[in-house]
């Protein structure tokens, strides 16, 4: 592995470590309802599109690839805030 890509794996690393740290620091501190719920799920979506180009190496595969995995990360954690949301907007 060049220096380069360690160092950016690095980073990568550390990113992860504090977008962890902070969504374990919005639930404990009690972030409930939508905005607390996105902060966590806006880290997730963070989290996971760091983790498919840099550690599953996506930043080189042709362009539709890496739309198709975003989009279902972005769908999934969309329904995830929605499930979170309703219960929400209706009592």
Known sequence: MTCIVARRAT????LLVLLTI???IAGHAGAG???GSGIVLTATVAKGRWMLM???KLRDVPSGWRIALSSWLILVTALAWIAAAVP???G
């Open 33 to 35: 309802g939508l905005v």
């Open 11 to 14: 980073r990568v690393w550390i």
């Open 54 to 56: 840099d550690f599953l």
């Open 88 to 90: 929400l907007l209706h």
């Open 22 to 24: 902070l969504s374990m």
